[in-house]
């Protein structure tokens, strides 16, 4: 019997461990993504007028607006434009977190015959459980049968366009620039 002795110098018994443990962290990153995926949250939907917010809820809302629109979106425009006062306001939880919102108009109040929604946001953190979409099935729903409207104008970010698409919105007239992001009129009949 012949033996063979092998001597392994320490830098690269440290690079085979990286190695390994990056292939058990995208393994594992797989299998989150997947649950994720998979995953059926169903957020308590809470519906209120600028009245009925509690002083936290209206700080959350502002904060998780000021998050996504002015700092993800690298947006500097005046977020407080005087129309929270006038609109509902749609506030999503999942385990007490405010996860998810949108303010809500009547209609004749942005657009003539129109009901409207916008500061549509999801926090970061919990887009990949599909939220956006639940957030604007609800938003539909309250408009719909909460306050009995018959068409929905929205002006979207040109990027979500075919978000809004799924949801049976049709694109009309020219791109347009607000606060510096390109943007589409979308209605839908409901």
Known sequence: MKWVIVFYHPLFLCIDCLSMIDYFKNKLSLAVNLILDNMDIQPRWV?????????????????????????????????????????????????????AYARLFPSGMLFENQASFGRVLVVKDSRR??????????????????????????????????????FGFIAEGKVFLDAGIDHIMMSKII
């Open 47 to 99: 519906l209120k007028s600028f009245a009925e917010l509690t002083t936290e809820e209206l700080y959350q809302i502002l904060q998780k607006r000021q998050d996504v629109f002015i700092l993800e979106q690298n947006c500097h425009y005046p977020d407080l434009d005087d129309k929270d006062r006038q609109t509902l306001h749609l506030l999503g939880y999942v385990e007490n977190k405010l996860i």
């Open 129 to 166: 459980l599909k939220l956006g979409k639940k957030l604007v099935q609800e938003i539909i729903r309250v408009l719909e049968h909460d306050l009995k409207e018959k068409e929905i104008k929205i002006e979207a970010q040109l990027y979500l366009q075919r978000f809004y698409e799924e």
